[in-house]
């Protein structure tokens, strides 16, 4: 059995050339007995072992003749080989290139093999499982870094200093998006070591998982004062961004960038910067941001589906596709999928679109059966696309285990709304706006269950503050945001009517004094004349009622 993970297939586009095999996504799970063993080498890797041998050969021989010692000049000292890279990126936090994961993934495979014994290896081991799979967005890789992880306790218990094999199961349970067990794990290497750094982003994704902002904020400042770096500033940047602290967020994250040193740090960067830019409205800078972090690493998913994004915000939507169904040749993950169906939606590729749906839901139910919970994803696609009930009850669920992020928020607010429930939707649509971060999408929902319950002025702002924030936001939804603002008018003059106070009341006229009787003059004949007779009295003014209220109109 070939456990090494190999590189994934190219796909159509400049910025992929990779041919070498790709694990299917539905393979099943590993047999635990296979995880020590190394992969048998392919015709590929034989032919290239021995191109490597007549080069060395000839590097040795070479080396024999300019060997000769110069006492002039040091000899450079060696170039690291992929596995001690990848150890290095590793030990300071930092993504490792994924040829340089394999490397040390199979590395770790032999090791183990012949040193069953040895608990920080088996740890290592399960680590980067975690993180093949992830990056690979291939759940199956969960099972193996458990049982990796579990062999690594078992010869060592964390109680006995393997903290690192519980640093793991901490980041397992990320992967899976089991944040109550995540923050267990990590919380309980904190407690025993809190100085210890490697703990800190497990801890920070978790309580981001569970929506406890607070404890997320305190995460990223011990994280930062631990262990200065660019992975520090990272967390920083992305802990002002989810605050809503738009400069702050791009200093931080262009700070991180200029430092990083290696390709895989510095493509993570400049992605981060995509998504900045994205996120504020500006897609050229964002494709611009992504189109660098791809030539620094050709093939980084994260930035092809980002670059995916802004083209199709752009019209260049060609170009979109194929950056979308290139970064699912490197990583099929079900976000992808959900937003490459929904832009051939929105071309009225109805046929693609539906297809796509139907490879989301296959992605879904494979992570589900292999322990990862996928209920968010689901439960979003379903209240847009499908069963919005289902979603309903999915995300409820969610929210009862304690995962009350503003994402899950927001989804529930929407199901509720889609499935008819709109009073109901107010309060978690709310929630997901007030976190704090400038979400255009959170402020689309939001103002569109407003408007269901005829809360009209909230229901303007909040869309007017969507397709201020990013007017490009969803290929489907910003066009709907447009249409409902649109319905909804401009404002009254001088604000609604039931915000005016009424008018005074006017004060009465001043009535004149009456005038005192003089004696009428003798008439003829010596008869007094006959007085007019008094004119009536004044009345007092009628009030004017107020203004009747707008829900009285």
Not at 180 to 204: D, H
Not at 236 to 257: H, K, N, V
Request: negative net charge; hydrophobic residues 40%.
């Amino acid at each position: 059995m070939e456990l090494t993970p190999q590189q994934p297939p190219g796909a159509p586009g400049p910025e992929n050339s990779s041919d070498t095999g790709w694990p299917a996504p539905d393979a099943p799970p590993p047999d635990p007995a296979s995880l020590a063993e190394p992969p048998p080498p392919t015709m590929r890797t034989t032919l290239r072992r021995a191109a490597f041998g007549m080069v060395a050969g000839a590097v040795l021989v070479t080396g024999a003749v300019v060997a000769v010692p110069d006492d002039d000049t040091d000899a450079a000292p060696p170039l690291p080989g992929p596995v001690s890279r990848a150890m290095t990126a590793t030990a300071a936090g930092s993504p490792a290139s994924l040829p340089d994961l394999t490397a040390l993934i199979g590395d770790r495979q032999k090791w183990v093999g012949t040193h069953p014994s040895d608990a920080p290896a088996w740890a290592v081991l399960g680590s980067a499982y975690v993180e093949w799979g992830r990056r690979a967005a291939d759940p199956a890789y969960y099972a193996r870094a458990e049982q990796a992880l579990k062999r690594s306790l078992d010869v060592r218990p964390g109680e006995k200093g393997n903290t690192a094999a519980w640093v793991g199961l901490a980041s397992l349970a990320n992967a899976r998006h089991d944040f109550v067990t995540a923050k267990k794990w990590g919380e309980t290497v904190r407690s025993r070591q809190p100085k210890e750094w490697t703990v800190y982003p497990e801890l920070i994704d978790a309580y981001n998982g569970l929506g406890d902002r607070k404890s997320a904020i305190t995460a990223v400042e011990k994280f930062t004062e631990l262990r200065a770096g660019v992975p520090a500033l990272g967390r920083a940047a992305e802990m002002y961004r989810d605050r809503g602290w738009r400069e702050d967020a791009l200093a931080t994250a262009q700070d991180a960038a200029n430092r990083a040193r290696t390709p895989a740090e510095k493509a993570a960067c400049l992605t981060r910067l995509g998504e900045l830019a994205w996120e504020r409205g500006e897609p050229k800078e964002a494709v611009a941001q992504y189109g660098a972090a791809l030539r620094v690493e050709k093939g980084h998913h994260s930035a092809l589906a980002g670059r995916a994004r802004a083209l199709a915000a752009l019209g260049r939507t060609d170009e979109a596709v194929r950056d979308y169904q290139a970064a699912l040749a490197k990583s099929p993950r079900p976000a992808y999928l959900l937003e490459l169906g929904e832009l051939y939606e929105s071309l009225g590729l109805d046929g693609d679109s539906v297809g796509q749906y139907e490879k989301l839901r296959a992605a879904l139910e494979r992570g589900t059966a292999r322990g990862v919970d996928e209920s968010l994803t689901l439960g979003r696609f379903e209240a847009a696309h499908g069963d919005a009930d289902a979603a309903v009850e999915l995300l409820r669920a969610e929210w009862e285990r304690g995962h009350r992020s503003a994402a899950v928020a927001d989804a529930l607010g929407w199901a509720l709304h889609r499935s008819g429930d709109s009073d109901a939707a107010v309060e978690y649509a709310q929630r997901a706006v007030d976190s704090g971060g400038q979400n255009a999408s959170y402020a689309y929902h939001l103002g569109m269950v407003q408007r269901a319950v005829n809360d009209y002025g909230s229901a303007r702002r909040q869309l007017e503050a969507a397709l201020r924030t990013n007017p490009k936001f969803s290929p489907l939804d910003a066009p709907l945001a447009r249409e409902a603002l649109d319905d909804l008018g401009e404002p009254p003059a001088g604000g609604p009517a039931d915000m005016r106070p009424p008018p005074a009341p006017e004060p009465p006229a001043p009535q004149a004094p009456a005038p005192q009787q003089q004696p009428a003059p003798a008439g003829p004949q010596g008869r007094q004349a006959v007085p007019a007779p008094p004119s009536a009295a004044p009345q007092a003014p009628v009030q004017p009622s107020a203004a009747p209220s707008a829900a009285g109109r």
